[in-house]
């Protein structure tokens, strides 16, 4: 390694999907010198008419995120859909639940948004810095945070400095593993299949969800009057759906959905995978810290996963630049474990009240069932208790970082 290429920097982000791209943002914008290492670069193009496979419901402070980094003009113009109410209903009983924006004095509940059109934008704008260094493509090798600075060496050869390198690739990540930290968590033996199709009527801008025994059906509405959806059922029926042809597809489709669009006039390529919770044991080592999924992972039923790995960035942006302003050492465990201790417990939280949903809604139990529609009838019932939890969750409540807020 000695005789390898040299690069110093502050920070060393590994990983620029949604989440590290954000975070790369976020410190070049409090004035850090940021390095990236990628594999290989976000799609930079496609069809007008296509839809990503992959979507999320970016909240409020989500959104605020993405504004204040400059992302969200950009995103604007490829494409994002804001929905102003959300439907949720049992299918096993007469449970149900509707979120209005109106109600609340808003304007949208938040926005579906391809996850390409989130990265790209992201890209691009990480790519207006100065002050950051792109390595792509390319990816770490060998991680040494023993002694000294932690360092890296990448496939290329180069050897990268930092007083802070950061994990942010993702559910499976290579430098988790390097650090030696542990993860836990368990398959929900359930498989999504997530798709565009285009239902017989207009979705109203609402997000609908109906939880079956099976898991959850999730219609997430589109500007261009398709829906994305995410279907989560037993791997076998998964593997039975994707089988089918078209046809075959969307009336079975249209019946698990109760016909609530109409019938299904057309589905796009569909794709499918693997649910599980994950938790890593421990966000932080000297010098080292996880962010999005690679610290992380959660079913996607209330579509929380990006949303929490954003304030993990934003978190992180605001006690690093703390740090700095107080001429503390930026890779010091007392440093770091600030971060872990804002952001493990609120996570750890929501994998576990998600954990919740799912095993409450995906059974057909009869004495869970009496409880689960009672429950929803009557929070429906109490519009006080519904306006705090969608408040709480669009991010617009709570104590939130510096770049989740909103900036004149």
């Known amino acids: 390694m000695s005789s390898a290429p040299v690069s110093d920097a502050d920070i060393l982000v590994v990983g620029s999907g949604m989440v590290g791209a954000a975070l790369v943002c976020g410190l070049a914008e409090c004035g850090f010198r940021v390095a990236v290492v990628e594999r290989r670069e976000p799609q930079l193009g496609w069809p007008e ?10 909240s409020r402070a989500s959104r605020r995120i993405l504004e204040n980094l400059g992302a969200w003009e950009r995103m604007a113009k490829l494409r994002v859909s804001p929905y102003t109410g959300m439907e949720v209903w049992d299918a096993v009983g007469s449970g149900r639940i509707h979120f209005d924006a109106g109600e609340l004095g808003e304007p949208d509940l938040g926005h579906i948004v391809e996850n390409r059109v989130t990265q790209l934008a992201l890209w691009e704008r990480l790519g207006e810095y100065s002050t950051v260094q792109k390595f792509c493509p390319d990816h770490v090798v060998r991680l040494t945070i023993d002694e000294g600075r932690p360092s890296v060496e990448l496939a290329s050869g180069i050897r990268l400095n930092a007083d802070v390198i950061v994990a942010a690739e993702g559910a499976n990540s290579p430098l988790r593993e390097m650090a030696g930290i542990t993860s836990h968590g368990w398959s929900y033996d359930q498989h999504a299949i997530t798709a565009t199709v285009w239902p017989q009527l207009h979705h109203g801008h609402i997000a609908r969800q109906r939880f079956m025994p099976t898991g959850p059906l999730a219609f997430l509405p589109i500007d261009n009057g398709s829906c994305s959806i995410v279907w989560s059922t037993s791997p076998t029926e998964a593997n039975r759906l994707m089988a089918l042809n078209e046809q075959e597809f969307c009336k079975e489709l249209g019946v698990a959905s109760e016909f609530v669009l109409g019938r299904i006039k057309r589905v796009g390529p569909r794709g499918e995978f693997p649910l599980a919770l994950r938790y890593a044991d421990r966000y932080v080592l000297p010098g080292l810290a996880l962010v999005g999924d690679a610290a992380h992972g959660i079913h996607p039923l209330a579509g929380q ?21 107080k001429g ?29 949903f799912k095993r409450l809604f995906s059974n057909d139990n009869l004495p869970l069932t009496l409880v689960r529609n009672g429950g929803l009838n009557l929070v429906n019932a109490i519009g006080p208790l519904k306006g705090i939890l969608a408040r709480r969750a669009m991010g617009v409540t709570g104590d939130l970082p510096s770049l989740a807020k909103y900036r004149p």
């Open 305 to 325: 996963g990006v949303n929490m790995g954003l304030l993990d960035a934003a978190d992180l942006c605001d006690i690093l630049s703390r740090a700095k302003n």
């Open 49 to 58: 008419d296509s839809v990503d496979l992959r979507v999320s419901a970016l």
């Open 328 to 356: 503390r050492p930026l890779g010091d465990i007392a440093t770091l474990r600030q971060y872990e201790r804002a952001r493990k417990g609120e996570n750890l939280a929501v994998l576990g009240l998600m954990d919740l």
